[in-house]
């Protein structure tokens, strides 16, 4: 059974900084692509950043290019979402997710994803 536990998530001023991490347990974390997803109140859920399994290729929403970051490290089972140059419409949930499949290739739908984490809360205020 996969477990996805995010951490990182709080309150930040516009324009700081903040870095979210996903630890997975439950299989070989080594084996799969990963994505963050985000979705604020009212709104569809957001793909934000997606890795392959070693990191060789990395695709991001459009919004969030240019000032997020996705990154893996295989060793401490850990997928990690470093996020620069925050604004408000950076507001809501953040998702770490996995599909069922391994060695796959990216995805940015969130049906191509079976395995989620609980969500971490970023909120961007002054």
């Known amino acids: 059974q996969v477990q996805l536990v995010e951490s990182g998530g709080g309150l930040v001023q516009p324009g700081g900084s903040l870095k979210l991490s996903c630890k997975m347990s439950g299989r070989d974390f080594s084996q799969y692509m990963m994505g963050w997803f985000r979705q604020a109140p009212g709104k569809e859920r957001e793909f934000v950043a997606a890795i392959t399994y070693i990191s060789a290729l990395t695709k991001y929403g459009d919004s969030v290019k240019g000032r997020f970051t996705i990154s893996r490290d295989n060793h401490k089972k850990t997928l990690y979402l470093q996020m620069n140059s925050l604004n408000p419409t950076d507001t809501a949930v953040y998702y770490c997710?996995?599909?069922?499949?391994?060695?796959?290739?990216?995805?940015?739908?969130?049906?191509?994803?079976?395995?989620w984490g609980q969500g971490t809360q970023v909120t961007v205020s002054s």
């Open positions: 997710a996995a599909p069922v499949q391994t060695y796959g290739s990216i995805h940015t739908s969130p049906q191509s994803y079976y395995y």
